[in-house]
């Protein structure tokens, strides 16, 4: 007989990691839309604001939730910087601009990953809290982390922030005007090169972002990149290619998946019962579950 506690208390952790998972997999989207890029350095961005962290967060007075922030800033830096070598790889005589863009990004994932083996070895990390030490209390259901309550909290505000930005900005009509026709954006006189830039910064700041609330709740390893990335991916298909609002459902979606799996199932089946999702909805309905996405 399944335990209704344990059944409540694997949804409510569910759904807390799902909302850490949509900071992930909402930046992704983004760059796909608006690039037209499938970056396979979504999981390294994911690691190194992990590592960022588990190396930031003792200077800071020992709390994690105090590099949030700073990830963002320091990775939105480093996608302004990033994304002028990945637009020159994609434009011009070059064929196949997608392959390019998977073979860039496919490469730029491997220097991360070696870099930070090289750096600071095989070992994982954690990300230290000092304040989030203890668990929320909630009558009927069980008790659960300060820590997962938290990031999910922060990780929702962080996300409202950044759709306030994307349907109530200048910036952020450009960004989707750019991501349903950018011909036509060009032609009303977006600057297409500079909100490409932005977009890029705003995915790899979130995505980083996303890496300090994993690294909070697990820890910090060289070899986890591949894990979130193949999660992204799922989020994506999951919310239809192209439809970004989806993606809030299909992240909560994965983290009540990846929590049911891990408890009634084991946590070894994760991806296989993550693949059988995706391949089934691919079947039945390749629009995505909200039947908004781009299915040619």
Known sequence: MVSTELLGQSIVNGLLLGGIYVTVGVGFALVFGVLEIIDFAVGEYVMLGAFMG????????????????????????????????????????????????????????????????????????????????????????GTFPEVRVVTAVVGVLALVAFMYYLYRTTGGTAIRAIAEDRDIARLMGVNINRYQSIAYGVYAGLTATGGVFIGLIYSAGPGMGLQ?????????????????????????????AQSLTAVYIGGELVFFVLFGMIYVLLLVRPEGLLGKGEVS
Do not use: C, W
């Open 54 to 141: 588990a190396i930031v967060a003792p200077v800071v007075g020992g709390e994690g939730l105090f590099v949030v922030p700073l990830a963002f800033v320091a990775f939105f830096l480093v996608g302004m910087i990033v994304q002028p070598f990945l637009h020159h790889v994609t434009t011009g005589d070059r064929p196949m601009p997608l392959l390019m863009g998977l073979v860039f990004t496919f490469g730029l994932a491997i220097f991360m990953r070696g870099s930070v083996l090289t750096i600071f070895g095989p070992n994982t990390r954690a990300v230290p809290t000092k304040t989030l030490e203890g668990g929320i209390d909630v009558t009927g259901i």
């Open 228 to 256: 979130y990335t193949a999660f992204a991916f799922f989020m994506i298909v999951l919310a239809g290619l192209g439809y970004l609002p989806g993606i809030i459902i299909s992240g909560l979606v994965l983290g009540l």
